[in-house]
């Protein structure tokens, strides 16, 4: 990797926040490690040829500028909430900064284990933007509820409500409630907007739980290639969404969130009149099939690449 005056990097590894600042004469290194110093990839002051590896690296000015550019894009779409996923890092140090320089209020987390790293990280505005089916789950779920997090969690059944709903009263909190929403991928999800609206009226009339809105995300979307055939695709997840979201306003019932959309498509769902939230989380590190997608212009690479691994070879 050919570094410059400007580039600075972060290093994940094994739950340390490094960050490198390099110059033509060497990379230094600031170190906020939470492992021990015998375990650390890094030391304060080291060079980077010093760096123990393979070492996950970040190179943060890029990292930042993917920040601003999402920001900027968002600012087109006023009304439209940003939460970045971090299941990409599952590191709490980076959804900070990445809250600060979005200006977003929270995260989505794919596991039970990554909100509990982001809870124990000081962010409390959390969504898993998964169902969550096992017992033990569903309460340490709970329990960062309790221990004071907004904690959002999609549920597809009126049985899976009801271990929600119970693991909440047990815990002496109430847990937020999205109604998963299937848009075309056939992975999980209700497929109608009947369903939708007796599992919202469903949570509705239960105390410990509180009817948020949909989740509607299509991940197999994100790295279609053609801009044209994407939003045509992407249409189709819109309207899918729209005809629950009409649904619950025939039947009274509040939508508060509707949320979805990738590093792929989330320009397509903002720009979209229904979505009010969206959750892109590539964005940040880019990857080599996210820069294979074309753009509107016929350019790729939306996305700087801001993540590397440092190795060496032997031989």
Known sequence: MCLDAKMRLIGLAQQTFVRRISSRCG?????????????????????????????????????????????????????VAVRPHAKAHKCAD?????????????????????AEAMAEGGITDLLLSNEVIA??????????????????????????????QRAAAASGTCLDVLVELNVGQDRCGVDSPAEVVNLA????????????????YHGGLQHVRDPQ?????????????????????AAGIPCETVTGGGTGTYRLEAAS????????GSFAFNDAD??????????????????????QVST
């Open 135 to 164: 017992p033990r789950k569903i309460d340490r779920l709970a329990g960062l509820a309790a221990a004071g997090a907004r904690m959002g969690v999609c549920f597809e059944s009126v049985d899976n409500l009801r271990h929600l």
């Open 273 to 280: 009149g229904i979505f009010t939230e969206v959750q892109p």
């Open 27 to 79: 990379a230094t290194v600031r170190c906020n490690a939470t492992i021990s110093a015998e375990r650390a990839p890094a030391r304060l002051g080291d060079r980077l040829s010093d760096v123990d590896t393979p070492a996950l690296l970040v190179d943060l000015d890029a990292f930042e500028r993917n920040c601003d550019k999402l920001r900027r894009m968002m600012a087109l779409f006023p009304g």
């Open 229 to 249: 055939d994407r939003a045509q695709r992407v249409s189709k997840v819109v309207e899918r969404t729209r005809a629950a979201v009409q649904a619950l306003a």
């Open 94 to 114: 980076v959804a900070r900064l990445q809250l600060q320089l979005l200006g977003a209020k929270g995260v989505c987390c794919q596991k039970v284990v990554e």
């Open 201 to 216: 009226r469903a949570a509705a009339a239960m105390d410990n739980v509180r009817f948020a809105g949909i989740q509607a």
């Open 290 to 311: 996210y820069s294979r997608n074309l753009q509107e212009n016929g350019s790729t690479g939306e996305w700087e690449q801001s993540l590397w691994v440092l190795t």
